[in-house]
């Protein structure tokens, strides 16, 4: 009786033990299955690890695994092994919400494919797609999508096989961090990387706050600059909230940069402009007509300021998915409607990440369609001849992989890229990396980079203003403001343009014009290294600002500012002398008082453009033009002086002989030889060249090619020598009719070659 009453016991005791097992398996179960149900799969995971110790074998649970890893930032891979043992034992009779469900859904199939994918075991993801293709009917949510999955296995099974050439490297430890590190926005000459980071800040100010949905920081923007190729330590900009707030873009001129921040679910894009004191100002809301109900997630500007591409899930209109959006700049200055992108373009699939090249002819973006070889792939599009966008091209593996590929930024000659991704071998989560693309082609524009800056000033003045206007048509091309806080400028120039360049600050000016020939290379003008840089004011006297003095023969800057301001008004005297004179021609019609009329008009605007060269004479030109460059640290050098339309070098000169000579010497101890030119012409007009930017432009190259064949000559190999700068530009004094005067104009029409 008594061993009897013992065996009870331990019934009873199995039993309720089993039953509370059971319930806390249920339990568990549920709250796991919750968590998916609101997409939180990083906090549902651990759950899920924990019950598959309690039962190995159960295939719903493996299941649930894999698709956690699946929705994971950088553990994808491990889902294979769970997807494949949940492949193994299906049903279509499915009950998601059983926690006696001990068999996967058929649409493990799908996913063992895609994390065979994901994997690179293409042919192992298309013999899943198709036995998952063939078990399911017309009816079920995949159907439509599984050819799309098949296409993309089999672009990437050939795009693996025919890789691009390119080199990549982390951008380094003093901006990626341990956290997620992402978005990399890159200034026009890669002085800045402005990037998006979920990293403890700096003073711990968000050590408590964190994100529900995964634990995790919100997103700041950082910035860090290179100096000498050396990243400084990331700031904080001043405009981060306590919620999301992420990189988007920034313009070309590097004054407005292009923010996302998440406005409590609904996910908008703001911009910030920078203000006097170099600060990142107010967050400014995009029009209503960009940011909707809808999310709004990316966007970025053209070149020119005038066109907004946006990314933008709204329904009307819309294609599929998140779609690119446009719309142009009214002359009001608000934004027009928006209009769809058009199906070139977009497709009923996902798209985002919108880069602008800045020649204003290139779209890089990312999409789920076209021809991805998984996720999202970055691709890049041209502008044709009619102002339309060309058919997409994938930018290849391994830019892109089989998962996400999303946010790449180009540099200006298209040479290297900037993007996110994660790899075994980073510092965090996700690290920003820098792609050399090895066979590219170089973008053909020109990069005009320098210091803007005035003696006596510590940082740009306010004032600071480099405007560019088109020397052919007097349209104005742009107004850029240099960096405040050291001068710094960048401006693109496009090829076969003629411009006038026109640098200010305070009471100062000076101009230069510029030509571009139409090459299809790229090309950088540096003033800080190859030119003077712009500097206003003597140099030796910056104690303080009262003190600044100008290099003419002015006595102060009220002297100066007082001449500039009585030239400015006698040009307007012509001006409208010359509108009145264009309205009575001196032609065979006119009356005898018409015609005297004219010829007084015509004396009175000589008499004005004679006053003019004489106060220009009397602030000894130079507050108004550049001077020729100094030549410093020069194995050998040649300066030649030319008369009116002359380009040709003369080589019988002994100087130019001992500058050879010398030339040939360095070659032989050192390998190679390095050839500088800079060149210069008068503002006297010139017929035969068409411009005097272009009769410069020919100076240079004509300086150039005698070199290179003199070289040559005396045994010197072409490959040897190297061509590092050529500088052009339009100096002097503006042309009075004076050709007489012919010595004060000459000593602007010169070329100074340089052997390093």
């Known amino acids: 009786m008594h061993m009897k009453k013992i065996a009870l016991l331990s019934i009873l005791i199995s039993i309720t033990t089993l039953s509370f097992s059971q319930d806390n398996f249920r339990q568990k179960f549920l709250e796991a299955n919750t968590l998916m149900e609101e997409s939180s799969y990083n906090v549902a995971l651990p759950i899920w690890l924990k019950l598959s110790i309690e039962e190995p074998d159960n295939f719903n649970i493996n299941y649930k695994i894999g698709i956690c890893y699946m929705n994971s930032a950088n553990e994808k891979a491990k889902a294979l092994d769970y997807l494949i043992k949940a492949s193994q034992n299906t049903t279509s009779n499915y009950d998601p919400f059983s926690h006696s469900e001990k068999r996967a859904p058929i649409e493990a199939l799908f996913y063992v494919g895609r994390a065979y994918h994901l994997n690179y075991e293409f042919d192992a993801a298309i013999m899943n797609y198709n036995t998952f293709k063939g078990k399911i009917t017309k009816k ?54 402005y990037f998006t980071s979920r990293r403890l800040r700096p003073d711990s100010s968000n050590y408590y706050i964190t994100d529900d949905f995964d634990g995790k920081h919100f997103e700041d923007i950082y910035v860090s600059h290179n100096y000498d190729g050396v990243w400084t330590t990331p700031e904080l900009l001043t405009i981060n909230t306590d919620g999301h707030l992420a990189t988007i873009n920034i313009s070309a001129d590097g004054q407005t940069l292009f923010v996302y921040r998440d406005d409590n679910g609904d996910g908008n894009i703001y911009t910030t402009t920078k203000n006097e004191n170099d600060q990142w100002g107010e967050l400014v809301k995009l029009g209503s007509d960009i940011n909707t ?33 446009f719309c142009k700049k009214l002359p009001t200055g608000d934004w027009g409607l928006a209009q769809n992108a058009g199906n070139t373009l977009n497709t009923p699939y996902d798209e985002d990440g919108i880069f602008l090249h800045p020649d204003g002819k290139t779209i890089y973006f990312s999409s789920k369609g076209h021809s991805s070889i998984g996720g999202f792939d970055i691709f890049y599009s041209e502008l044709d001849e009619t102002g339309n966008w060309g058919t997409p091209i994938n930018m290849g593996y391994p830019i892109n992989s089989t998962d996400d590929d999303v946010f790449f930024v180009t540099s200006t000659d298209g040479k290297r890229a900037y993007y996110s991704s994660f790899k075994q071998d980073g510092f965090g989560e996700k690290d920003i990396y820098v792609i050399t693309l090895v066979d590219a082609q170089e973008k053909p524009l020109t990069l005009l980079t320098g210091f803007l800056k005035v003696a006596g000033f510590d940082e740009t003045p306010e004032s600071a203003m480099i405007t560019v206007t088109d020397n052919e048509t007097g349209n104005l091309i742009g107004r850029y403001v240099p960096r405040k806080k050291d001068g710094k400028f960048s401006i693109i120039l496009n090829p076969g343009g003629d411009y006038h360049i026109e640098y200010a600050a305070e009471s100062y000016t000076m101009e230069e014009d510029i030509y571009i020939p139409p090459v299809s290379a790229y090309n950088e003008i540096n003033r800080g290294i190859d030119l003077k840089d712009v500097i206003f004011g003597d140099v030796q006297n910056t104690d303080t600002k009262t003190d600044t003095k100008t290099d003419t023969k002015a006595d102060n800057k009220e002297d100066v500012v007082a ?185 602007y029409q010169f070329v100074i070659i340089k052997i390093k």
């Open 140 to 193: 079920h949510y995949l159907f439509n999508e599984i050819d799309r999955y098949l296409t993309q296995a089999q672009f990437a099974k050939e795009a693996v096989a025919n890789p691009i050439n390119i080199l990549l490297k982390n951008i380094g430890s003093e901006i990626n961090s341990e956290y997620a590190d992402y978005s990399p926005v890159v200034s026009i000459d890669e002085s800045s990387i």
């Open 563 to 747: 001449l500039k301001n009585e030239i400015k008004n006698l040009k307007k005297q012509i001006k409208d002398l010359e509108n009145e004179l264009a309205k009575k021609p001196a032609t065979t019609n006119t009356t005898g008082n018409d015609s005297e009329k004219v010829k007084n008009l015509q004396n009175e605007v000589n008499a004005l453009k004679n006053q003019i060269a004489e106060l220009k004479k009397q602030g000894n030109n130079n507050d108004f033009t550049p001077t020729p460059t100094e030549v410093k640290d020069a194995v050998a050098h040649y300066q030649e002086f030319f008369n009116y339309n002359v380009s040709k070098v003369n080589t019988a000169n002994a100087k130019y002989v001992e500058m050879i000579n010398k030339a040939v010497a360095h070659a032989k101890s050192n390998g190679k030889v390095t050839i500088d030119v800079e060149s210069s012409a008068s503002k006297v007009p010139t017929k035969t060249h068409g411009s005097n930017a272009k009769l410069a432009y020919k100076r240079a190259i004509a300086a150039q090619e005698v070199v290179v064949n003199s070289l040559v000559s005396k045994g010197v190999a072409r490959e040897n020598i190297l061509i590092n700068n050529l500088t052009t530009g339009v100096q002097g004094p503006n042309y009075n009719g004076d050709f007489a005067n012919k010595k004060m104009y000459e000593q």
């Open 293 to 325: 109900e809808y999310k709004e997630s990316h966007a970025h500007i053209t070149p020119d300021g005038n066109t907004l591409y946006f990314i933008s899930d709204r329904k009307k209109g819309g294609l599929g998915g998140q779609d690119i959006y």
